[in-house]
C-alpha cells in the first residue's frame, strides 16, 4: 500500500468521523443544502417534464401539407421522394376522399358534404419530423412550401414558439436559481469548514512543525466538504422524488380531464448521481476556497 | 551535520535574535545551546528545524542548505527532525498513543506498523502502560517524556529539544536528560537549547554558548 493511498484513506475517514462526531450539525449542514439544492433540482425535472409533455401533445410537432386540387398521382410521387430526402421522421399520406369522408362522419357535417357538388379538400400529408426544433420545423415548413403543386404548408409554430420561449425562460431562471443557491451551498461548506479549521488550529500548528505538507492538511477537509455536499445531493434528490410522488396523482388527474395520459417521470440514477456529484464539487469547492483562506490566516 | 555561516535572523521590526553567527555540529554530537534568556537559543533551533527562515547567511544540515530551500520542500526535511517543542505541543483531543501516531501518519505509514512503532516508541519513554491516557492526565514530565517519543517515532538523524526541562523539576528534568542521552549514544545528533546549567556536568556535551544572537563560546 502506498503513502498516498494510506493519505487518502486516512484523510477520508478522519472527515467520516469529524461528520459522526458532530451528528446535528452535519445533520443540519446537510439539510441546508439539501433544500438549497432541491429547488434547482425540482425546477429541472419540472422542465423536463414539461418539454416532454409539449413534445407529446399531439399536433404540436406536426406540419401538414395540403396539396393543390389539380395535383395528379405523379406529383403526389414527387412528394413523397422529397419528404424520403427531406424529413427525417415519420409521415401519413391523407388521400381526399378519406378527408372527405373524415368531414362527413363530423357532426353535423354529413348534409353539407352531401350538398358540394364535388370534393373540395385536397391530398394531404401529416409530417411528423425527428427534429422539432422550432427553428428546424420552421426550415422544413418553409422548403415544403416551395415544392411543386403544394398549396399551404400548416405549422402551428406560434405555439411551439411560445412554448420553446417559455422553456428557455424557465431554464434561464432556473440557471440563476442554481447559480444563487449553489453559491448558498459554498457559503455553508466554507463557513463549516472555517470553524473547522479554527478548532483545529493547535493541531495543524503541531503537524506542520513536524513535516505534513500542505496536502495532508487539506485534504479531510476536502472530504469533508465533499462529502457533506454530496449527502445534500442525494437529501435533494429525495426530496424531488417525494414531491413528484406526491404531485403524481393530481397531474395525471389533470392529464385524463384533458382526455391525455401524462405521468411525472422522476429523476433517474443518472440524474441522482448528478446531483450529489454536483453536491459533492459546491462542497469540495467551499471547502478548498475555506481552507486555503484559513490557512494563510494560521501561517 | 549542521553548518551555519553568518547566519542571521532579523524579525520584522528591525530586532536581529541572531546576528552573523557561524558554527558546526557533527553528526552524532549532543549539543547544548546555552544562554540568558534573550539570547537567540530559541531563534537558532527554529533556524535548525526550518520553523524559521534565515534572513542571511547559510545553514547546511545533512548537506541541504535550508536557507535555500522552496517552501514545499521544507514538509519533507522536517520529517528528518525530532523535535521537542517549548511547552510540548501536545494535542489534548487524542490519547497519547494517537500523539505519537501523527508524525507517522504524516509519513505515510501503514497504520498496524504505525502502531507498532508508537508502542515501541513510548516503551522507550517509559510510557507505554499509559497509551490511552489523555495527555491532560499526565503529569508534566510524563507529557514531556510524550513529546519526545513524539519526535523520535520517525527515527530523526536529528532530535531538537527547546528547553525540555523549563517547567520540570529536578528529578524529572534529569530523567529527560537521560533520555535523550541515551537517543545520543545510539548514534542521533542531539542539540538542546537550555538555560540549565547542570545538564554540562552530567552528559559532558558540547555547548554553543549564545550572548546577545552571537555564539562567543
Given at each position: 500500500?502506498?503513502?498516498?493511498?494510506i493519505h487518502?484513506?486516512a484523510?477520508?475517514?478522519a472527515?467520516?468521523?469529524?461528520?459522526?462526531?458532530?451528528?446535528l450539525?452535519t445533520?443540519?449542514?446537510v439539510?441546508?443544502?439539501g433544500?438549497?439544492?432541491?429547488?434547482?433540482a425540482?425546477?429541472?425535472?419540472?422542465?423536463?417534464?414539461?418539454?416532454?409533455?409539449?413534445?407529446?401533445?399531439?399536433?404540436?410537432?406536426q406540419?401538414?401539407?395540403?396539396?393543390?386540387?389539380?395535383?395528379?398521382?405523379k406529383?403526389?410521387?414527387?412528394?413523397?421522394?422529397?419528404?424520403r430526402?427531406a424529413?427525417?421522421?415519420?409521415?401519413?399520406?391523407?388521400?381526399?376522399?378519406?378527408?372527405l369522408?373524415r368531414?362527413?362522419?363530423?357532426?353535423?357535417?354529413a348534409?353539407?358534404?352531401?350538398?358540394?357538388?364535388?370534393?373540395?379538400?385536397?391530398?394531404?400529408?401529416?409530417?411528423?419530423?425527428a427534429n422539432?426544433?422550432p427553428?428546424?420545423l420552421?426550415i422544413?415548413?418553409?422548403?415544403i412550401?416551395?415544392?411543386?403543386?403544394v398549396?399551404?404548408?400548416q405549422?402551428d409554430?406560434?405555439?411551439?414558439?411560445r412554448f420553446?420561449?417559455f422553456?428557455?425562460?424557465g431554464?434561464?431562471?432556473l440557471?440563476?436559481?442554481?447559480?444563487?443557491?449553489g453559491?448558498?451551498?459554498?457559503?455553508?461548506?466554507f463557513?463549516?469548514?472555517?470553524?473547522?479549521?479554527m478548532?483545529?488550529?493547535a493541531?495543524i500548528?503541531?503537524?506542520?512543525?513536524?513535516g505534513?505538507t500542505?496536502?495532508?492538511?487539506?485534504?479531510p477537509?476536502?472530504?469533508?466538504?465533499?462529502?457533506q455536499?454530496?449527502l445534500?445531493?442525494?437529501?435533494?434528490?429525495?426530496l424531488v422524488?417525494?414531491a413528484?410522488?406526491?404531485?403524481?396523482g393530481p397531474?395525471?388527474?389533470?392529464?385524463a380531464?384533458?382526455?391525455?395520459?401524462?405521468?411525472?417521470?422522476?429523476?433517474?440514477?443518472?440524474?441522482t448521481l448528478g446531483?450529489?456529484t454536483?453536491?459533492?464539487f459546491?462542497?469540495?469547492?467551499?471547502?478548498?476556497?475555506?481552507?486555503?483562506?484559513?490557512?494563510?490566516?494560521?501561517? | 551535520?549542521i553548518?551555519?555561516?553568518?547566519?542571521?535572523k532579523?524579525y520584522?521590526?528591525?530586532?536581529?535574535?541572531?546576528?552573523?553567527?557561524?558554527?558546526?555540529?557533527e553528526?552524532?554530537?549532543m549539543?547544548?545551546?546555552?544562554?540568558?534568556s534573550?539570547?537567540?537559543?530559541?531563534?537558532?533551533?527554529?533556524?535548525?528545524?526550518?520553523?524559521?527562515?534565515?534572513?542571511?547567511?547559510?545553514?547546511?544540515?545533512?548537506?541541504?542548505?535550508?536557507s535555500?530551500?522552496?517552501?514545499s520542500?521544507i514538509?519533507?526535511v522536517?520529517?528528518?527532525?525530532g523535535?521537542?517543542?517549548?511547552?510540548?505541543?501536545l494535542?489534548?483531543?487524542?490519547?497519547a498513543?494517537e500523539?505519537?501516531?501523527?508524525?507517522?501518519?504524516?509519513a505515510?505509514l501503514?497504520r498496524?506498523?504505525?502502531?507498532?512503532?508508537?508502542?515501541?516508541?513510548?516503551?522507550?519513554v517509559?510510557?507505554?502502560?499509559?497509551?490511552?491516557?489523555n495527555p491532560?492526565?499526565?503529569?508534566?514530565?510524563?507529557?514531556?517524556?510524550?513529546?519526545i517519543?513524539?519526535?523520535v517515532v520517525?527515527?530523526?538523524?536529528?532530535?531538537i529539544?527547546?528547553e525540555?526541562?523549563g517547567n520540570?523539576d529536578?528529578?524529572?528534568g534529569?530523567a529527560?536528560l537521560?533520555?535523550?542521552a541515551?537517543f545520543?549514544?545510539?548514534?542521533?545528533?542531539v542539540?538542546?537549547?537550555?538555560?540549565?546549567?547542570?545538564w554540562?556536568?552530567?552528559?559532558h556535551?558540547n555547548?554553543?554558548?549564545?550572548?546577545h544572537g552571537?555564539?562567543?563560546?
Amino acid at each position: 500500500m502506498n503513502a498516498w493511498f494510506i493519505h487518502h484513506r486516512a484523510a477520508l475517514s478522519a472527515a467520516f468521523r469529524r461528520l459522526w462526531a458532530t451528528p446535528l450539525n452535519t445533520l443540519l449542514s446537510v439539510i441546508v443544502i439539501g433544500i438549497a439544492l432541491t429547488l434547482p433540482a425540482f425546477g429541472y425535472v419540472a422542465l423536463d417534464n414539461l418539454r416532454d409533455l409539449g413534445r407529446n401533445a399531439s399536433g404540436v410537432q406536426q406540419i401538414s401539407l395540403f396539396m393543390s386540387l389539380e395535383a395528379s398521382k405523379k406529383d403526389l410521387g414527387e412528394i413523397e421522394s422529397r419528404l424520403r430526402q427531406a424529413a427525417n421522421g415519420k409521415w401519413k399520406f391523407v388521400p381526399k376522399e378519406e378527408a372527405l369522408k373524415r368531414m362527413q362522419s363530423s357532426e353535423g357535417m354529413a348534409e353539407i358534404v352531401a350538398s358540394l357538388p364535388r370534393n373540395p379538400l385536397p391530398d394531404a400529408f401529416i409530417i411528423e419530423p425527428a427534429n422539432i426544433e422550432p427553428e428546424a420545423l420552421e426550415i422544413l415548413r418553409k422548403e415544403i412550401a416551395g415544392w411543386p403543386k403544394v398549396a399551404h404548408v400548416q405549422l402551428d409554430s406560434a405555439w411551439i414558439k411560445r412554448f420553446d420561449a417559455f422553456l428557455r425562460l424557465g431554464k434561464l431562471a432556473l440557471w440563476m436559481l442554481a447559480g444563487l443557491f449553489g453559491a448558498g451551498l459554498v457559503a455553508v461548506t466554507f463557513n463549516t469548514i472555517r470553524l473547522q479549521v479554527m478548532a483545529q488550529s493547535a493541531e495543524i500548528e503541531v503537524a506542520r512543525m513536524i513535516g505534513a505538507t500542505d496536502g495532508f492538511i487539506r485534504r479531510p477537509f476536502y472530504y469533508f466538504g465533499a462529502l457533506q455536499g454530496a449527502l445534500g445531493g442525494l437529501l435533494a434528490a429525495a426530496l424531488v422524488l417525494a414531491a413528484l410522488r406526491l404531485l403524481g396523482g393530481p397531474v395525471g388527474e389533470l392529464a385524463a380531464l384533458y382526455g391525455g395520459n401524462f405521468s411525472l417521470r422522476p429523476p433517474g440514477i443518472v440524474e441522482t448521481l448528478g446531483l450529489a456529484t454536483l453536491g459533492a464539487f459546491l462542497g469540495w469547492l467551499g471547502a478548498q476556497l475555506s481552507v486555503s483562506l484559513s490557512l494563510r490566516k494560521l501561517d | 551535520m549542521i553548518l551555519a555561516s553568518n547566519l542571521t535572523k532579523r524579525y520584522p521590526g528591525g530586532f536581529e535574535a541572531v546576528k552573523d553567527t557561524s558554527f558546526s555540529i557533527e553528526a552524532g554530537q549532543m549539543v547544548l545551546i546555552t544562554g540568558h534568556s534573550g539570547a537567540g537559543k530559541t531563534t537558532l533551533v527554529k533556524l535548525i528545524s526550518t520553523i524559521e527562515r534565515p534572513t542571511s547567511g547559510s545553514l547546511v544540515v545533512n548537506g541541504q542548505n535550508l536557507s535555500a530551500l522552496g517552501r514545499s520542500a521544507i514538509p519533507h526535511v522536517r520529517r528528518h527532525f525530532g523535535l521537542v517543542f517549548q511547552g510540548q505541543k501536545l494535542l489534548f483531543d487524542r490519547n497519547a498513543l494517537e500523539n505519537v501516531l501523527l508524525p507517522l501518519q504524516i509519513a505515510g505509514l501503514p497504520r498496524r506498523e504505525a502502531i507498532r512503532r508508537a508502542q515501541a516508541a513510548l516503551d522507550k519513554v517509559g510510557l507505554l502502560a499509559r497509551e490511552k491516557a489523555n495527555p491532560i492526565a499526565l503529569s508534566g514530565g510524563e507529557q514531556q517524556r510524550l513529546a519526545i517519543a513524539r519526535a523520535v517515532v520517525n527515527r530523526p538523524t536529528i532530535l531538537i529539544a527547546d528547553e525540555p526541562t523549563g517547567n520540570l523539576d529536578s528529578e524529572s528534568g534529569m530523567a529527560i536528560l537521560d533520555i535523550l542521552a541515551d537517543f545520543h549514544r545510539v548514534g542521533v545528533t542531539v542539540v538542546v537549547a537550555t538555560h540549565d546549567q547542570s545538564w554540562i556536568a552530567r552528559c559532558h556535551p558540547n555547548v554553543l554558548r549564545l550572548a546577545h544572537g552571537k555564539v562567543v563560546a
